[in-house]
């Protein structure tokens, strides 16, 4: 506080009037006695020399030293003790004491001074304090201070002041060093310390329940004990090798618990350095992995089987293949020949039936040319079905397992459409009953395109069609622009398919059941075979079906 501040000390002596407006003053100079002086020698003579002795003596003494006046006013100050706070006598002469006291302190000791000047007898022993000197190391000191009269019988107060910042210090220090302590104990992982010579000499609670040992077992290197032996002298190179260099280091170690088993540790050290750069040791951090050490064997062993799994897989593509190029080979070729036989036969046949008709025009004759045409017939149709099995079948695997390189070609929808249609139904005049209707939107552009692999993907949608729907019903083909492509459209009516069959209708194999009114058969490939074409040729396709009416719309790019 400053000299004009008021204090509750000062206001009460000047209520109770104990005391005049006229304060004591004590010169620090040698030609003026000091109130110190007349109250030490105010029963005795002295001389000057003695006089100057008691002061030097005064101001000399390793202390801190005032007198005060009943206001709190510095009287006095020896030479020392105002050098020891950072200041010259004449500073601190007529200056309140509370100047030098920090502000929190300020009403305690002033109440406590009260309370001394109320009672004379009473003496203020061991009280602590905090400081507020700029220019001092001085922050705590420890007061004693006991009331007197001066010669004008004014009451004056002789205060000495005890320098206590190093205790203090140290107290805060183990304070804080016990506050660690106890929130180190506390805490869910493992810690550990060293002193500045790297040396262990801190575990907290959680180590010590890990490990079960004791921690006078565990300080110094006394923990190594309890690390595997592969891992202590990998651990021992980091370690020192951090040191070294006063740097963070990490890694990773087995380490033996209470029963004896292994548990993984990932240990973290972090250098720490006092306020003044000095390196004082190492913090460490420990976090028992163990399970994620489990789960990563775990991983790793479940990738060497996957790895082991795929080389398998891979060996049976590759089978797979070699049997798919055998298939080719030795089911086409035999299948090629029977149906050139079975066309042979064909013409044999027919000129046999007309031999017979002119030489033998005979009932029994013609019944028997009409089992044979029959069974020609049959012979002729399941052969044209395994042939078109075992090219949906190939065809299939070939784009599961490589890219079927595309022959892209400037298809006029108009006329080539018309010409697809028109084929298709010369082909399947005997076994597609339904009328086709062909319906194209004017002036198309023309489109890039795959015509062999978008012509596979029309006819087996038509067969489609013409295999399910009634006698006599209308199968229509529809081509349209749609924003920036082409969609065509294969609408069949008669017949609907359930919506729960829907998500089902392209996979392989997968044929509705008691949706073949006609008995016709299929493999289940065809739709299947579409979807792969389309996807190949970079379209969509879908299907729609209500009200007794079926849809498959394709989807295709303009440009490719």
Known sequence: MSLNQSFNWYQTRLKQNLVSAKSASLELVPEITSDLENYTTENSSCTQEEINWYRTLYDQTPGIFFTLDSLGTILSVNQFGANYLGYAPTELHQKLIFSIFAALERERLSNLLIKLLDNSSQE????????????????????????????????????????????????????????????????????????DNGVYNFFN??????????????????????????????????????????????????????????????????????????????????????????????????????????????????????????????????????????????????????????????????LKSSKISRYFQILNNECEREISLINNFLDLQRLDTSAKPLVLEKIEINSWLKRVVELYNARNRNCCKQKLKLIVESNLPAMVCDPFSLERILVELLTNACKFSPIDEEIIVNAKKKSHNIQFQIINTGVEISSKELPRIFEKFYRIPSNDPWKQGGTGLGLALVQKLTFHLGGAVEVESASNRTCFLVELPFER
């Open 124 to 195: 203020l022993e061991g009280e602590e304090f905090y400081l507020d000197c700029a220019n001092s190391k001085v922050n705590w000191v420890k007061v004693k201070a006991r009331a007197s009269l001066g010669v004008d019988k004014n009451p004056i107060i002789l205060m000495v002041c005890e320098d206590i910042t190093a205790d203090k210090v140290s107290q805060t220090s183990k304070q804080h060093e016990q506050n660690f302590r106890e929130l180190a104990d506390s805490a869910p992982v493992m810690l550990w310390m060293t002193d």
């Open 205 to 366: 609670r959680s180590w010590l329940e890990l490990t079960g040992r004791k921690i006078e077992q565990e300080l110094g290197f006394g923990w190594l004990d309890n690390l595997y032996s592969d891992d202590k002298n990998l651990y021992l190179d980091v370690y020192c090798q951090a040191l070294k260099h006063k740097e963070k280091f990490q890694i990773q170690y087995r380490l033996k618990n209470l029963d004896g088993d292994r548990r993984w540790i990932s240990d973290t050290g972090v250098p720490r350095f006092s306020a003044s750069g000095d390196f004082i040791g190492y913090i460490g951090c420990c976090i028992d992995i163990t399970e994620c050490k489990k789960a990563e064997i775990a991983i790793r062993e479940s990738k060497k089987a996957a790895k082991a799994q795929l080389k398998e897989m891979e060996s049976l593509n590759r089978l797979k293949d070699e049997f798919l190029s055998t298939v080719s080979h030795e089911l086409r070729t035999p299948l090629t020949n029977m149906k050139m036989a079975i066309q042979m036969l064909g013409i044999s046949l027919k000129k046999e039936q007309q031999n017979l008709t002119k030489t033998s025009p005979w009932e029994n004759n013609s």
